[in-house]
């Protein structure tokens, strides 16, 4: 049981390319999600899915799109990445959702953008 | 939205006792608040969860009192592998759905 997973756990990118963030988990959870993290900073919610085939937008989804073909992955693209993406970003899972729930979260991905 | 405060960072030895205070005026009904830890270079991860009274597990023990406002993380007898960043969370909803808001959160330095 490895939990949740993120591949890769560090890239450079220049100005305007586009990249993949993979995110996997094995515990057969419904909800997953995207964060990133700025030095500093508590983690802000980029997008989110409530189950395979649908995501949702979260506090800063602008630069970033998402999908959930399958029920243990969840895919963060960048389109043309920015410098203002450099940060980390956290992919994270949980069973249900409500206040009663908990996320687990993966190692991160650290992202620079030259 | 349920937002908290909490102390921006805090400074113990190892061996003592670390009480970490969050408030949390605007708290719903049904919202419960739950404690992260996130150590440097890793993702948070789960610590303890109540909703009233106290809460105690291996690692931590949570007050809350009757008016739900606050909310105290006690950790026991920490030890230098304490020192993370602890994150102070209550319920936020948006269309039925958790979104969980991290603030900050208290940076926690412990020294030998």
């Known amino acids: 049981n490895a939990g949740v997973t993120q591949t890769p756990k560090f890239r450079v990118l220049k100005t305007g390319q586009s990249m993949t963030l993979l995110c996997a988990q094995d515990?057969?959870?419904?909800?997953m999600y995207w964060y990133r993290q700025d030095p500093g900073m508590g983690l802000r919610l980029i997008h989110y899915?409530?189950?395979?085939?649908?995501?949702a937008k979260g506090e800063v989804p602008d630069g970033y799109n998402v999908s959930r073909l399958k029920k243990q992955n969840f895919l963060l693209g960048l389109e043309s990445a920015a410098p203002s993406q450099t940060s980390v970003y956290f992919c994270?899972?949980?069973?249900?959702?409500?206040?009663?729930?908990?996320?687990?979260f993966g190692p991160g991905t650290r992202l620079l953008v030259l | 939205l349920a937002k908290t405060t909490q102390p921006i960072s805090m400074d113990s030895y190892e061996g003592q006792e670390v009480n970490i205070t969050c408030s949390h005026n605007?708290?719903?009904?049904?919202?419960?608040i739950t404690w992260y830890q996130q150590f440097p270079s890793q993702g948070p991860r789960f610590i303890i969860q109540?909703?009233?009274t106290k809460v105690t597990n291996e690692v931590a023990s949570l007050f809350i009192p009757a008016d739900r406002k606050s909310s105290t993380l006690s950790l026991p007898r920490v030890s230098l592998s304490d020192t993370a960043v602890y994150y102070c969370?209550?319920?936020?909803?948006?269309?039925?759905?958790?979104?969980?808001?991290f603030g900050t959160g208290t940076r926690l330095l412990v020294s030998p």
């Open positions: 994270a899972s949980s069973l249900g959702t409500g206040s009663g729930e908990t996320q687990y």
């Open positions: 515990m057969n959870h419904e909800y």
């Open positions: 899915s409530v189950g395979e085939g649908t995501t």
């Open positions: 605007n708290i719903a009904t049904n919202d419960y």
């Open positions: 109540g909703y009233k």
């Open positions: 969370l209550v319920g936020d909803w948006d269309t039925g759905f958790q979104k969980l808001v």
